[in-house]
């Protein structure tokens, strides 16, 4: 799917899309979903769960 999007005849799209000012509204998009919706709905749970039960998670924290 890649080799299509950048060198095949979808190539025209993949410029429009990552090579104009449209790309910035993707970034936005991004940032607000995982800032403002998923971390304080779902993320800070997961993340903190990972901090107390995962061996990498406890070395993660004392560094921290």
Do not use: C, K
């Amino acid at each position: 799917m890649g080799r299509l999007r950048w060198f095949g005849p979808l190539r025209g799209l993949q410029r429009l899309l990552f090579h104009t000012p449209v790309v910035y509204a993707f970034i936005l998009a991004s940032a607000l979903y995982h800032d403002r919706l998923w971390y304080p709905l779902r993320g800070r749970h997961i993340v903190n769960q990972w901090l107390a039960d995962s061996p990498w998670g406890r070395l993660f924290r004392e560094y921290a």
